[in-house]
């Protein structure tokens, strides 16, 4: 951690934090430069105190802790990266591995017709609501448990790992019967109750990026789960809030390379609700894999005019293979296969 | 709900965004002007269908939905302002309400010190946490229930109502016991599961603004409250994140007003959080009540160096006291006492 | 323009806005749905009311405009798409064009040698800025008019065209000398005075998007151009301020869609300016061109780290180089060449 | 300056580090944390330097630069603070100044109706905007040099001194006939030819904030006027732009209190600007004032229905009159007459 004094700062109000620092436990080093006052601290555990306990003491000009607040979700804690085994399925190798189906699960027929349309256009996974957190209480909320079961058969019969959405830590234990990969949708990327109990999950889990927050808060939820013995995790972009209002959110492209740099867990990003718009979906897509992302999940429903939700950000079945082509063409350029 | 056409759009296109208008329930009336062609439609519920289903046909220019998504939070539903009883003290009414208090529930000594020295200086209720959610899994978590204890028997010694955040609707019931007002943080006000069994609490409710939620999401959150027939519902502006960072969030002071004029639930602020830093606390108390918010939420601290949590947030107990006084004399500029 | 009455508006608030409407011009149509009354207006010219002067009349909930500010930008006003000629290269054609060069130019060599490394690698115009405008006063401030000459003599050698940054409006015909293409950095998007007076150059113009400008914004500025009587506009993205401060700006890749989609005009991307660091301009232009973008502008220096000026985001030219042929192998994706 | 390397830097990435640093002058002292590497560098200038460069050297994590950028605009230059004398009138002493008039200068019984309103109610200064700067080309320009003509006779036949936009350096000379303030518009916050030539002029400045422009880079502008030797430089907040669109831009009330612990010079706040909607000026003024603000300015047209722009964020004079009567309310409770 370092202090910086103000100009001008006395030596009463240097000695004064000087003072402070030795007493939390850090060894001081001081440095006075033409301008400035610089105190570099060293300690034990850098977060012993709030940087900003000291910015408050007189004479201080600011503070720049050191030490990053994530630890396991660090890339030097594995820098080859890590590759998740989803049903076999490896998530941040070679391979762009693509998760596509309907916003939420319908019906049988809907979701058996997602599941071949899907697999047969090269995806991997399917993906697919049982619970939907909607910002209107009057809207479709979902078919819950028998959603997972209707899911599950239909994905697994296509050789799919089946991707849902978890709203809650009481929703742990059922759903694990049924899922292979937990989805943390952007809302609860710091709901920290329901990551300490997926933490203690063996199931994989895709943790999406929250609408306003930044890179480093990603990774410090990722490090919940990690912390708390779940290594198998996936982390996601899928639009940030600004204030360009024609998209329903600013796909953040960027974040893909760099959390790639700061982190070794894969990284896949959402052009569906990273643009809440069905023309916008394809060329974010591309563009997504052309950035480095290491899969997609992507919304494709039989028949989007019909869909109970979201139908406007889904793709039409022939769309999606498509766009599949496409990414066949692009991944050789960033060295990937799909 | 309003469609308008791009300029020259076809016969056939604007015929077929009038069918599918008529075919979900709409009646529409086309008015063709010198540029745009616009279909006004009126049916029986605006949401039958999702607008961008018609903005991704052909021809279509944009779509203008026309009904607010809030019904019960709308100014309209009681236009003479809505006054929450919160054991004894009316939130909304002639008196501006402050609630102060530290940011956890440390031990016995330090709540019976601030709510002696908050009861003291004016405030009517007694903050303080019991479960912290903090973005870091390795800072100090809260007391729990043992906390909550402490707190009630404090506060309501001095006559002081008890505020505290929960977490997780696991946590209403054991929760009722202690506190008369739930507080509802800025991560949860999309935490739709924990709104609805709020709901069907008569316990009143604070909710907090999220960080990046926009007014109206903020009241379609408090929707979920009273259509589920809780409607002692408090709202508070708490900061929200902008490019802007020497201010931890950017504390939007504008939606005091706006909130007033859109809906006729109380609105409070909570300059501690929305500046996260204690020298801006003061100034932007005083420029919430100039604004005309219905109360305050103020972190205070018998010794906010000691703080376990956010003590750089915290007042001291006489800089509360001065804030008080400020305050006093700033109220009736906006037609209150306090 | 529509008119949304407040639910419970009464007959003579609706009666009080229908005459307002009337006098300025407008024929209205009114129709009284189950909560709220709305009124279509249709004028000879919409802008001939500011709707705030309407939201702030009684009983009134929202005003919606519904003609676009921007004509002449607008894609059906030539919607085929169109295809700007800089010095015998089109701009929005088949071909994916890529602009290159440095930061600014510093001195002959340096911008010989960069002219013949990126028109080796298969750039067709050479970027380089003769005046700098810096956030401190403290930096360089760029060559000016020699610098020009410098850029010129190398540019065409090379067989490339010359892009360079316009500050003010003074500086238009001494720079029509040298520079094929007009830039229009993203702090000038919104300074009409220079806009207007480029408008009646028949120099072709990049205008680059603000850091805080919406794309409708954009195209208004575009407007300036093309009103004035410069058809030879090429829109760019560079990046827009968040709150995510990571990269210095958030490049806004879904922009390139979306502008393809409302307007006619060209749209090109900066991935230097839109991350401001080297290691993430490749990915980041690689996401331009699978996004779609009709060309790309890259900082590339034969030295980085001895530039004068945004070292840190330029490219080696080994680099730019390997990016070229990366974008050969992406282009085909989108339907296109480089 | 602070480099933190990464966690496992190898020592030949360190030394690296340390050559790079040492070669363009700096003194490095390296401290070795149980984690991290530190190097803290003192340098004869910390700007020989982009920190980008060395962020991207081999094993180096973060940088971070010490030395603020603005020198002459930081508070310990004149810890007592700025008193700016604009034609008798004392802005950043005792007295909060108010300064009000019409958006646009229209006509010479407008300005003098305004002129002699503003007046009466308290006001120091009269506003008014010569050449209007409009996102459409097809909406109201100003009336020019003529308009400033009006003003001038108008303001100082009722004691009011003029503030009126400057938008071009091409202005200044013309402009210092009429004006007693220049004012530098939001979109001009960072024109630095414009900043330059007007450091040269003797007449005080009012510098706007850029709807995107950090606290910090406002003060750097402010650093343009300053070094170029006019010091008679006012700051001004109107708001910033966010995701959230109710209100035309967030008004940042919090950057009051900010900018007066960080610099010397006077702060005011226009709340016409910082909504857009006259049902919200005045409680932002207000709140503007509690906060700690130097002045105001606020818009006030005598028949705001009729205005040729700006019309909807324009007080009527009655409004104007009761604003002036809460803030004498206001101002003793933060130490200030009105």
């Known amino acids: 951690m370092f202090v910086v004094m103000e100009q001008g700062a006395t030596d009463a109000q240097v000695a004064a ?8 436990g850090f060894t001081v080093h001081r440095s006075t430069g033409v301008v400035h006052t610089v105190l570099g601290c060293v300690g034990p555990k ?4 709030d940087p900003r306990n000291l910015e408050l003491l007189e004479g201080v000009k600011e503070v720049h802790p050191v ?5 396991l979700a660090s890339r030097n804690f594995n820098p080859a990266g890590t590759r998740v085994n989803v049903r076999g399925v490896e998530i941040g190798g070679d391979a762009v591995v ?18 071949e349309q899907v697999a ?6 399917l993906r697919g609501g049982a619970f939907k957190p909607r910002s209107s209480p009057y809207s479709f909320q979902g078919l819950g448990e028998a959603g997972l079961k209707i899911m599950q058969k239909a994905a697994h019969r296509h050789g799919l790992f089946v991707v849902s959405e978890v709203m809650d830590h009481t929703q742990i234990a059922m759903m694990e019967q049924y899922v292979d990969l937990f989805q943390v949708g952007a809302r609860n990327m710091q709901n920290f109750n329901l990551l300490k109990e997926l933490a203690k999950s063996r199931t994989p889990v895709l943790l999406k990026r929250g609408i306003s927050a930044t890179i480093e808060e990603l990774l410090l939820s990722s490090e919940y789960l990690l912390s708390g013995g779940n290594y198998n995790v996936i982390l996601c972009e899928r639009g940030i809030r600004t204030f360009e209002s024609y998209t329903r959110n600013t796909m953040d492209i960027s974040a893909i390379p760099v959390v790639k740099k700061l982190s070794h867990l894969p990284m896949m990003a959402d052009p569906s609700h990273g643009t ?3 023309d916008k979906v394809i060329p974010m ?3 997504a894999v052309a950035a480095g992302a290491d899969g997609l999940l992507v919304e494709v429903h039989p028949t989007p005019d019909q869909a109970l939700s979201d139908g406007a950000q889904s793709l039409y ?11 066949r063409m692009i991944a050789p350029a960033v060295g990937r296969t799909l």
């Open 285 to 287: 897509a591309r563009a």
């Open 276 to 278: 809440g718009r069905r």
């Open 67 to 71: 030490m990053s607040q994530y630890k």
């Open 120 to 125: 047969v256009a090269g995806a991997k996974g």
């Open 317 to 327: 079945p022939d769309q999606f293979t498509e766009l599949m082509q496409q990414l």
């Open 46 to 49: 850098e977060d012993i105190i």
């Open 17 to 24: 934090v000087i003072e402070k620092l030795v007493t939390v």
């Open 98 to 115: 693509v998760v596509a189906g309907p916003c939420s699960v319908e019906n049988e027929e809907q979701i058996e017709r997602s599941a």
